[in-house]
Nanobody, 107 residues
């Protein structure tokens, strides 16, 4: 059974950093990151199998996506975090979703 699992969430002050991980049980070339807050799911970032990366405008310059193919893991490095970044961050690929990891940024 193919699974995605996120980790690395936590609580930080404004301006802090966190690195989220999305680990799949198999190699999944394209992975997206989304966050859920206030009942809305918002696109955060996406990496394709060829390494093309797309970011939501509000996270450009602060968030960075990378991957370790040997570990079937995609990372989301989040710097200069803001309260509006608070939410449950989930990764998705091949129609599957991980359970999510909570990120809380306090002012």
């Amino acid at each position: 059974q193919v699974q995605l699992v996120e980790s690395g969430g936590g609580w930080v002050h404004t301006g802090g950093s966190l690195r989220l991980s999305c680990t799949a049980s198999i190699n999944i070339p394209s992975i997206g990151w989304y966050r859920q807050a206030g009942g809305k799911r918002q696109f955060v970032a996406f990496i394709t199998g060829s390494g093309t990366i797309t970011y939501e405008d509000s996270v450009k310059g602060r968030f960075t996506v990378s991957r370790d193919s040997a570990k079937n893991t995609v990372y989301l490095q989040m710097n200069d975090l803001k309260p509006e970044d608070t939410g449950v961050y989930s990764c998705t690929g091949q129609g599957l979703w991980g359970p999510g990891t909570q990120v809380t940024v306090s002012s």
